[in-house]
């Protein structure tokens, strides 16, 4: 016999806190798995996000999108340990990837402080600094900080 109301037939004869269950149909079997599938999931984002804020917190307290722009056509954003041409290359960005920003940069400018100003003067503001970025280069989960050269980024 149909449902009528999905929502309250999907947990149809539970006993809570037995294990024990009375379902009529697979179709709400599947139905419990997918809600259970998207309660972990869930559960898990908001870990690894609270997690990650825990973490991000240490170094940057918020983040600002800022996206690789006008690097030469086949060429990358080099992102470097320092702020510095001559320092360890961390990884490399080609135009179009949208970069998590920390906020910093040299001499003192805050991508946060100058987000409400035109797009035009925020990228003049930035164009001879180096900035900071979050990133993970290896793929793997371990994220790390790192310095892009101002002058290939606008606000996203």
């Known amino acids: 016999m149909p449902n009528e109301h999905a929502d309250q037939g999907l947990f149809?004869?539970?006993c809570l806190g037995s294990g024990h269950t009375n379902r009529e149909t697979p179709k709400?079997?599947?139905m419990i798995s997918r809600v259970r599938t998207a309660a972990a999931l869930a559960a898990a984002v908001i870990g690894l996000a609270t997690v990650g804020l825990a973490t991000v917190g240490a170094?940057?307290?918020?983040?600002?999108?800022?996206?690789v722009t006008d690097v030469a056509f086949g060429d990358t954003l080099n992102v470097r340990k320092y702020p510095s041409s001559n320092s360890q290359k961390q990884g490399a960005y080609?135009?179009?990837?949208v970069l998590q920003m920390t906020g910093k940069c040299t001499g003192g400018v805050n991508l946060l402080d100058i987000s409400g100003q035109p797009d035009a003067q925020q990228e003049q503001l930035v164009r001879y600094r180096w900035c900071q970025i979050w990133h993970d280069p290896a793929q793997n989960g371990n994220f790390v900080t790192g310095w892009v050269y101002g002058r290939y980024i606008t606000p996203h």
Do not use: S
């Open 12 to 14: 149809k004869g539970r």
């Open 94 to 97: 080609p135009n179009g990837t």
């Open 59 to 67: 170094t940057a307290a918020t983040f600002a999108a800022w996206q």
């Open 28 to 30: 709400e079997d599947m």
